[in-house]
């Protein structure tokens, strides 16, 4: 029903309903080459596996035991780029710190004390209120100062009446916010980009795959965009609306990078997510606790 799913079928992909739909697809393809299905055809099986929704973990752990071949693509990441609280603790180390604004995690409910704590603790003029699980700039609100206080009570001392009000989406999201935390983090801003001569805060998004075999993780930066926001700097309208870049139909939404800043964030980038990888590998260890599968990597080596 999705254009990469049209893409996909197009390069020779076929779709599976779950991971057991899956197996017996694969099994079926090798009787039909070999006549009969032994151990050492399924290790030979080579293919690329995606997952569009849930991680089950033990089917496909299970799977890769039997198919070893069998790529699926995503299989480390996908855990923590679904959700932002995930994401914010592999920035937690002295390596990875730098990459990332500072954040704190706080749960859902008012407290008067929580707004003067975030802004003795961030230290910053302008906070970015975020939930941990949406997508596509989904209630995140850019709040200064002077309104969190006012802010947080507004969301989370009688959220249903959200929906009663005239206030933004942004807002009436967290009338149906399900998590027990949300995320406040630092706000930073970009370098302005000049467009009809008013200046944007734009966000930079950059296209990559990174990939990884026998230690060796390669990072492949393929091309990227200026995101903007809504209005510039310039205009007179909340924080929200001149900081927050999204895509709005009918309207400017995006433009080319400079060689030379792409040169710049292509040769940070590629730095940084490699270290992002290998703490995504050893948050894995940990949490699963796989241990003999990483046993014999020296991650403190890798994230130098």
Same mark, same amino acid.
């Given at each position: 029903?999705?254009?990469?799913? =049209?893409?996909?079928?197009?390069?020779?992909?076929?779709? /599976?309903?779950?991971?057991?739909?899956?197996?017996?697809?694969?099994?079926?393809?090798?009787?039909?080459?070999?006549?009969?299905? &032994?151990?050492?055809?399924?290790?030979?099986?080579?293919?690329?596996?995606?997952?569009?929704?849930?991680?089950? +973990?033990? &089917?496909?752990?299970?799977?890769?035991?039997?198919?070893?071949?069998?790529?699926?693509?995503?299989?480390?990441?996908?855990?923590?780029?679904?959700? @932002?609280?995930?994401?914010?603790?592999?920035?937690? &180390?002295?390596?990875? @710190?730098?990459?990332?604004?500072?954040?704190? &995690?706080?749960?859902?409910?008012?407290?008067?004390?929580?707004?003067?704590?975030?802004?003795?603790?961030?230290?910053?003029?302008?906070?970015?209120?975020?939930?941990?699980?949406?997508?596509?700039?989904?209630?995140?609100?850019?709040?200064?100062?002077? !309104?969190? =206080?006012?802010?947080?009570?507004?969301?989370?001392?009688?959220?249903?009446?959200?929906?009663?009000?005239?206030?933004?989406?942004?807002?009436?999201?967290?009338?149906?916010?399900?998590?027990?935390?949300?995320?406040? !983090?630092?706000?930073?801003?970009?370098?302005?980009?000049?467009?009809? !001569?008013?200046?944007?805060?734009? +966000?930079?998004?950059?296209?990559?795959?990174?990939?990884?075999?026998?230690?060796?993780?390669?990072?492949?930066?393929?091309?990227?965009?200026?995101?903007?926001?809504?209005?510039?700097?310039?205009?007179?309208?909340?924080?929200?609306?001149?900081?927050?870049?999204?895509?709005?139909?009918?309207?400017?939404?995006?433009?080319?990078? /400079?060689?030379?800043?792409? /040169?710049?964030?292509?040769?940070?980038?590629?730095?940084?997510?490699?270290?992002?990888?290998?703490?995504?590998?050893? +948050?894995?260890?940990?949490?699963?606790?796989?241990?003999?599968?990483?046993?014999?990597?020296?991650?403190?080596?890798?994230?130098?």
């Amino acid at each position: 029903k999705e254009i990469n799913m =049209d893409l996909f079928a197009q390069l020779g992909g076929q779709e /599976a309903k779950n991971i057991t739909d899956l197996r017996q697809h694969i099994e079926t393809s090798l009787y039909q080459q070999h006549g009969v299905v &032994t151990a050492q055809h399924r290790q030979d099986y080579a293919a690329m596996v995606l997952i569009k929704k849930g991680r089950p +973990t033990k &089917t496909v752990r299970k799977m890769k035991e039997e198919f070893p071949n069998v790529i699926f693509v995503g299989d480390m990441s996908n855990k923590f780029v679904n959700n @932002k609280y995930r994401m914010s603790l592999l920035f937690m &180390t002295d390596e990875l @710190k730098k990459y990332r604004p500072q954040c704190k &995690t706080c749960p859902v409910k008012y407290d008067p004390g929580m707004a003067q704590a975030l802004i003795n603790e961030l230290g910053c003029d302008i906070f970015v209120i975020k939930p941990v699980n949406s997508s596509r700039g989904r209630g995140i609100l850019m709040v200064a100062k002077h !309104e969190l =206080d006012a802010t947080l009570r507004l969301l989370f001392e009688n959220p249903a009446g959200l929906l009663e009000t005239n206030l933004s989406e942004e807002h009436k999201y967290w009338a149906t916010y399900k998590s027990p935390f949300f995320l406040v !983090e630092q706000y930073e801003p970009s370098k302005p980009i000049i467009i009809d !001569e008013q200046p944007y805060d734009a +966000t930079m998004r950059l296209v990559f795959t990174i990939d990884c075999c026998a230690q060796d993780v390669n990072v492949t930066i393929f091309d990227g965009y200026w995101k903007l926001p809504a209005f510039p700097l310039t205009a007179d309208c909340s924080l929200t609306d001149k900081h927050k870049s999204h895509i709005i139909p009918g309207l400017l939404s995006s433009v080319k990078i /400079a060689s030379e800043d792409f /040169a710049d964030a292509k040769m940070l980038m590629e730095d940084a997510l490699r270290k992002v990888y290998w703490q995504m590998v050893q +948050t894995r260890f940990l949490l699963l606790g796989e241990a003999e599968r990483w046993a014999d990597i020296d991650f403190d080596a890798l994230m130098a």
